[in-house]
């Protein structure tokens, strides 16, 4: 057999390997779903890898695990996405709060596989109808305003006439918990705070409305009063601004 031909009869399974390598898709996975306040989303993720956590059409404002020795990452605050990477093998949960001030609850399941892309479906917020500013301050009764304020802070309703804060302020509460005050509605006579309790201990937690009463109190309403370890719930605290003329 002439060289030539010798060369390139060997070099043909040479080629076909090289082509049937760069032939192979990357195996970097994206995983699209829906966000649904309340409901979980479990997720597999790199342990070895960063993995990206968008919102498609929104921003992520911050992403909390219940434990942070479990999760290291933040939210970048120019892209509005998450790089993110588990230290530990077993799964958990972590929160994702959006600037649309959504909250979703994932379980984090780590994996020797490549970094992965999660991009959580945001639902645009309905339009709510027109009212006047002032609503909650033009109530039949003290009581009703209250009521108003409450379901404001809980998401059911849209009222006007409040100025919304965003933030993000942890608070020393109880052993194997954690509390942080993440928003603030502000209206001519009453404040309403909305807080989120994290159960950082093995054990589930009772919760019992009366604990967070004080001076300056006017209600209180804890959305899920039994939270199981790593996960959370929401705690809306109504007060009367003392600002007021």
Same mark, same amino acid.
């Given at each position: 057999?002439q060289?030539? +031909?010798l060369?390139? /009869?060997?070099?043909?399974p040479? @080629?076909?390997? @090289?082509?049937m390598?760069?032939?192979?898709?990357s195996?970097?996975?994206l995983q699209v779903?829906?966000?649904v306040?309340?409901?979980?989303l479990?997720?597999k993720?790199? @342990? +070895? =890898?960063?993995n990206r956590i968008?919102?498609e059409?929104?921003?992520?404002?911050?992403?909390?695990a219940?434990d =942070?020795s479990?999760l %290291?990452?933040?939210a970048?605050?120019? %892209?509005?996405?998450a790089?993110i990477?588990?230290l530990?093998?077993d799964p958990?949960?972590?929160?994702?709060?959006?600037?649309?001030?959504?909250t979703y609850t994932?379980?984090?399941?780590?994996q =020797?596989?490549?970094? &992965?892309?999660?991009?959580?479906k945001e639902a645009?917020?309905?339009?709510?109808?027109?009212?006047?500013?002032?609503?909650i &301050?033009r109530?039949?009764?003290?009581?009703?305003?209250?009521k108003k304020?409450?379901?404001?802070l809980?998401g !059911?309703?849209?009222v006007?006439?409040l !100025?919304?804060?965003? /933030?993000?302020e942890e608070?020393?509460?109880?052993?194997?918990?954690?509390?942080?005050l993440?928003?603030v @509605?502000?209206?001519?006579?009453?404040?309403?705070?909305?807080y989120?309790l994290?159960?950082?201990?093995d054990?589930?937690?009772?919760?019992?409305?009366q !604990?967070?009463?004080k001076?300056g109190?006017l209600?209180?309403s804890?959305?899920?009063?039994?939270v199981?370890?790593?996960r959370s719930?929401q705690?809306?605290?109504?007060? +009367?601004?003392e600002?007021?003329r």
């Open positions: 057999m060289p030539n +031909r060369m390139e /009869t060997a070099m043909k040479l @080629l076909l390997s @090289l082509g390598a760069f032939a192979v898709p195996a970097h996975a779903m829906d966000g306040e309340g409901k979980t479990f997720v993720v790199s @342990l +070895r =890898d960063l968008s919102i059409g929104g921003k992520i404002r911050l992403i909390k219940a =942070d479990k %290291t990452g933040s970048d605050a120019a %892209t509005g996405q790089l990477q588990p530990v093998k958990f949960g972590v929160f994702v709060f959006s600037q649309s001030g959504k994932l379980v984090l399941q780590p =020797d596989i490549p970094g &992965e892309t999660i991009v959580i645009a917020a309905p339009v709510a109808a027109a009212s006047k500013p002032g609503e &301050e109530a039949a009764s003290f009581q009703q305003a209250i304020m409450i379901q404001a809980a !059911e309703s849209a006007d006439g !100025e919304v804060k965003k /933030t993000w608070i020393r509460l109880w052993k194997g918990s954690r509390f942080a993440e928003k @509605l502000t209206g001519n006579t009453l404040v309403g705070e909305q989120r994290f159960n950082i201990s054990a589930p937690m009772r919760v019992a409305e !604990e967070f009463y001076k109190v209600a209180v804890v959305r899920d009063l039994t199981e370890p790593g719930t705690v809306f605290v109504v007060k +009367r601004n600002g007021v």
